[in-house]
């Protein structure tokens, strides 16, 4: 464990190091680890155990980046780590921050079959994450009602009234240790998804809320733990852990845990922001982690308490680490496993096969992919316009080389977005390629389109040249736009839309128009790409 100074228990006693730039933010981590104290029987040891941002990754996926390993994550094979880690560490609490939601699975049983594992993994608390609301708020709030665990949002309240949408915080207890969990959503957060699925809540600033209960809390409980799920937008790429480039950074966590007094721990979610360490917030020493989310790592943080009969305890000492699910090295949970094959039985029809590739299509956050070409180029087929528009952040996983399943599709894009046709005059359509390039959301992958930007160039100031159909953009011109409706809706950060003239809104989803598309497909091809490129000419 790490050894904290006795003037400040939460602080290192040696100098912080600079370890990692996550983005602008320069992330300060605590000390090298040291040998645990030697424990007495007046000091307690209580284990955090974590995930976030699990988005329904069920199965494991092959760990290409790592040479250590075949396959990581799936979760059964988590459920197992899980219980291997509360078999042998003392006193553990398991705990979520947020995204259960999203998946094949997940949106056929509306988010139902999520809690059922949660359950069955003996999870301790969670907070709401932005993808808990895909399904609609009034969904949620029905279904959140089947966990046996608390589901929190202090900071999220029913629409115009001071009612609480969900549980603010709960106390947990074990074996004399007693902890208080606070949870709050982020509110930039709360905008990546369609706005109409969140309408009926209120996210309020988060950090007067927080202080509240920690101060309500504070004479009741041995330390305080914040679940937060804020910051930027998760890059969704399978191999976060190891494309530096893609890291969010997780300076909110760190924004917000300096403006708190007395909160001890917050682990987040949402930036999907992995720290194999735990941060130490240089000013008010609260311990701050998250995972890379998609299951593929199992938080874990180790605190010593001091002896309580001086007074309320302190942390004097902690260990950190993410511990990768090694996938053929645990055997999947029975139970976990029964459940989760028992939802797939009631779905035999999205195992059938309905097309066929020869290569792998991938995504990329912050570049023009395969994946995206692909889906864009979707979308300007099926609603017949000259330009397909589709987020980055849309696409939630790749499609491996092979034969092509129903589910791989619905995986790929899970969401529950219809079709839109907007109308944009050229002046707006630059004003939403803007958006795009300053990557707040990821790249905006493009079809009908050939861009040219300066990605060192400021806001507003990238673009280089746009051609439509081979023809350079005409400002005065109005273009017919296809795009999934949280674009439509000025969602998901990308605010220009609302400038744009809606069209229609077609009543099929743009899942169903992937589906058909690869049907009448014999063999899915890798579509042309170089559709954005990037040059420093004026």
């Keep these: ?98 995204d259960i939601f999203t998946g094949t699975l997940a949106k056929l049983s509306k988010g139902e079959l999520a809690f059922e594992l949660m359950l069955s993994m003996g999870y301790d608390a969670m907070v709401i994450g932005n993808h808990e609301f895909e399904y609609g708020w009034q969904e949620l709030a029905a279904q959140k009602s089947r966990a046996p665990f608390p589901v929190l949002g202090a900071n999220l309240f029913y629409k115009d009234t001071n009612h609480p949408y969900a549980q603010p915080y709960t106390v947990l207890e074990r074996n004399g240790i007693r902890i208080g969990v606070i949870g709050i959503l982020g509110q930039d957060a709360a905008t990546a998804l369609i706005p109409a699925n969140i309408a009926g809540v209120d996210v309020r600033p988060p950090a007067p809320i927080v ?54 721990v917050l682990l987040g979610g949402h930036a999907d922001a992995g720290t194999p360490k735990a941060v130490v917030h240089p000013q008010t020493g609260t311990l701050i982690m998250q995972t890379f989310g998609q299951g593929q790592h199992l938080g874990f943080l180790q605190l010593e308490l001091s002896d309580p009969s001086n007074g309320k305890p302190t942390i004097t000492a902690h260990s950190s680490k993410l511990i990768p699910v090694n996938s053929d090295a645990l055997s999947p949970h029975p139970i976990v496993e029964a459940k989760l094959n028992r939802y797939r039985n009631q779905h035999p029809e999205i195992y059938t096969v309905v097309g066929q590739t020869d290569t792998d299509l991938t995504r990329r956050y912050y570049q023009e992919s395969d994946l995206g070409n692909l889906f864009a180029d979707i979308l300007r087929d099926a609603t017949n316009t000259p330009i397909g528009l589709m987020p980055s952040g849309a696409l939630r ?55 040219t930007y300066d990605p060192a160039a400021t806001s507003h100031q990238r673009l280089r040249s746009v051609h439509i159909q081979g023809e350079p953009i005409v400002l005065g011109n109005r273009y017919r736009v296809g795009t999934v409706e949280i674009l439509a809706a000025g969602g998901d950060a990308f605010t220009p839309f609302k400038a744009g003239s809606l069209i229609s809104l077609s009543e099929q989803q743009f899942g169903a128009a992937l589906s058909a598309y690869v049907l ?18 004026p």
């Excluded at 006693?13 to 981590?29: D, N, P, Q, V, Y």
């Excluded at 075949?70 to 609490?93: C, K, V, W, Y």
């Excluded at 890059?235 to 845990?257: C, F, K, W």
């Design 1 to 98: 464990m790490e050894n904290l100074t006795a003037n400040n228990p939460r602080r290192c006693s040696w100098s912080l190091k600079a370890k990692l730039a996550l983005l602008t933010l320069l992330i300060l981590t605590a000390c090298d680890q040291t040998p645990a104290p030697t424990a007495n029987s007046a000091t307690k040891t209580v284990t955090l155990l974590f995930t976030n941002d699990f988005e329904s990754a069920y199965d494991p996926v092959t760990a290409y980046w790592r040479n250590d390993m075949q396959r990581i994550g799936g979760i059964a094979q988590l459920a197992t780590l899980i219980d291997q880690q509360r078999a042998t560490e003392p006193n553990p609490f398991l705990l979520d921050a947020g």
């Design 211 to 264: 202080q509240h209960y920690i101060d309500q809390l504070s004479d009741n409980v041995d330390i305080t733990v914040l679940l937060t799920h804020m910051g930027m937008t998760a890059p969704m790429q399978t191999n976060d852990e190891a494309s530096p480039e893609v890291y969010r950074g997780i300076e909110a966590d760190l924004q917000l845990a300096g403006a708190l007094n007395g909160l001890d």
């Design 397 to 451: 996983k790749d499609i491996a080389a092979g034969p092509i399943r129903t589910v791989d599709l619905l995986d790929a894009f899970p969401f529950e977005d219809r079709m839109a046709v907007v109308e944009l005059t050229g002046n707006q359509l630059l004003d939403v390629l803007e958006q795009g390039l300053s990557l707040q959301r990821g790249m905006l992958q493009v079809s009908g389109l050939n861009i």
């Design 520 to 537: 009448a497909k014999p063999l899915l091809m890798r579509p042309q790409a170089k559709r954005i490129t990037p040059s420093t000419s």
